[in-house]
């Protein structure tokens, strides 16, 4: 099955919550997507690259696997 593999920052708002800075984005290589999270750290509240086996052809998705995280996370529920 293929996988999906994304990065996401967040920053804090002025109400205190957590927000998407940056993706998600997907990218084709877990090791591409651990690199641009970890030079993503020193401008965001918080960074996280994740994948998972997807075939959204169908909808099946597998379990989330984070690869990399730093910071502060929203709750990604």
């Known amino acids: 099955m293929p996988k999906l593999i994304v990065v996401m920052a967040f920053d804090w708002n002025d109400d205190g919550e957590l927000v998407t800075a940056f993706g998600p984005q997907d990218y084709a290589s877990e090791e591409r997507a651990v690199r641009q ?41």
């Open 37 to 77: 999270a970890q030079t993503l750290v020193p401008n965001h509240a918080g960074v996280i690259a994740w994948s998972r086996e997807a075939n959204p052809d169908i909808g099946e998705y597998g379990e989330p696997v984070t690869l990399f995280q730093a910071g502060d996370m929203p709750d990604m529920e």
